[in-house]
């Protein structure tokens, strides 16, 4: 039998065992389609026009692309666009004002064989955010000189001196989890200090969250692969030279698991923030915080049999009035499959009442990424924004995209 034949027989015998999925697909919209290999929506509003701009780093396409938010209206055509780098192999592209002057910049993390981290400096004029030539690219020095496969960063004033600074991870051989000292002049980008945190195998999470109850911000991530896979959270010493050392790492669950992207949330209203994660092996897990120290979690299994792709990224958001969180999923190797698709809750995530309901449909994506939630189109609701990177052999995929929320008022 053909692979293609092969594979659409067996989408169709998984769809025709797994529970039903129910409702119509959301009508889906292409912010950009023009390269190859989105990878991931951050956000921020750069322009202070009170509406949030993305940032994607095309991993094949090996660009740096920002987007600005062009309201309600215009919603729905392909949004304003400018190149801010080339990037070859970038894996994440973030918003940060690094230096403190009031202008967004953008750091990209790339893996492959640049295995460097690429800072772009924003111009200060908003008017000149869509001219590329105003937009200035430089390499962190420290970066290129570990040579990691750099996966993600965020932003985390960690120290309490001069700027912002970077919390990052990587992958594969030498891969680590640490932060980037900001010097006082963050623009004397050859200051700037590593400082690993603990050795990783392949981190795909990198959530700032104060997890312990004390006051300052813990580091939680999920590492897909290797001895140390899992969710952890790891414990911020707190303010002086013990922060330049390793941090303390706390388990959380899935050590036994290949852990994808996760989201913290409260899913059983008991007070409690509690982590959702997306698991390569058709289920999602419900990491169950028991006390306010971080140090106590039980593990809950939430099958995805709906005929979906292997789960990739979550979020917890309630679609509906009924107040219950319900939980939206991106996926990969979905070709013929729900590849986006959210789980009703019935209020009781303990006795599994989740339903099934279709987002994507199964005509059109193969391989998703993280989810932002946000109300495009301003009409009260949150809309799904993501991005699909293989659309199917030879395709520059579906680009950055958002799906239309049909459902009505919706909560965090």
């Known amino acids: ?180 000292e900001a010097p006082q002049d963050a623009r004397n980008l050859d200051a700037w200090k590593w400082h690993p945190i603990s050795e990783a195998g392949w981190i795909m999470s990198i959530r700032p969250a104060d997890m312990d109850g004390d006051r300052d911000l813990d580091v939680v991530v999920t590492d897909r692969m290797g001895k140390l896979r899992g969710c952890h959270w790891f414990e911020n010493p707190g303010v002086g030279d013990a922060q330049k050392q390793r941090w303390k790492r706390h388990s959380m669950g899935g050590q036994d698991k290949e852990v994808m992207f996760m989201c913290l949330s409260d899913l059983d209203r008991d007070g409690l923030q509690d982590a959702v994660v997306a698991v390569r092996g058709m289920e999602l897990l419900w990491l169950r915080r028991l006390d306010g120290s971080g140090a106590k979690w039980e593990t809950h299994v939430i099958p995805v049999d709906c005929g979906s792709g292997n789960p990739k990224a979550v979020e917890v958001v309630n679609l509906t009035p009924d107040n219950h969180p319900d939980l939206l999923v991106t996926t990969g190797k979905a070709e013929g499959k729900h590849g986006v698709f959210w789980l009703k809750g019935d209020g009781t995530p303990l006795d599994g009442g989740w339903e099934p309901r279709a987002i994507s449909g199964m005509e059109k994506g193969i391989k998703y990424d993280r989810i932002e939630m946000l109300d495009v189109d301003g009409d009260g609701d949150l809309d799904l924004l993501t991005c699909e990177e293989n659309e199917g052999p030879g395709s520059r995929g579906m680009g950055v995209i958002w799906y239309q929320n049909p459902t009505g008022k919706s909560h965090p």
């Open 1 to 180: 039998m053909k692979p293609r034949l092969f594979s659409l027989v067996a989408a169709l015998l998984t769809a025709m065992t797994a529970a039903e999925t129910h409702g119509d697909p959301w009508i889906c919209h292409a912010i950009d389609n023009s390269f190859s290999g989105a990878d991931g929506v951050k956000l921020a509003d750069i322009n202070l026009d009170g509406l949030k701009d993305i940032a994607v780093g095309w991993e094949e396409g090996g660009l740096t692309r920002v987007y600005l938010n062009p309201g309600v209206e215009k919603s729905k055509e392909p949004w304003p666009a400018v190149t801010v780098g080339k990037t070859p192999s970038v894996e994440d592209a973030v918003f940060v004002d690094l230096d403190g002057d009031g202008a967004i910049d953008v750091v990209s993390s790339c893996e492959g064989t640049e295995r460097a981290m690429q800072v772009h400096w924003a111009p200060k004029g908003l008017d000149d955010l869509l001219n590329p030539d105003a937009w200035t690219q430089q390499v962190l020095p420290a970066s290129k000189q570990l040579g990691q496969q750099w996966m993600f960063a965020t932003a985390l004033q960690v120290d309490g001196k001069y700027g912002t600074d970077l919390i990052a991870g990587s992958k594969n051989k030498g891969a680590q989890v640490g932060w980037f």
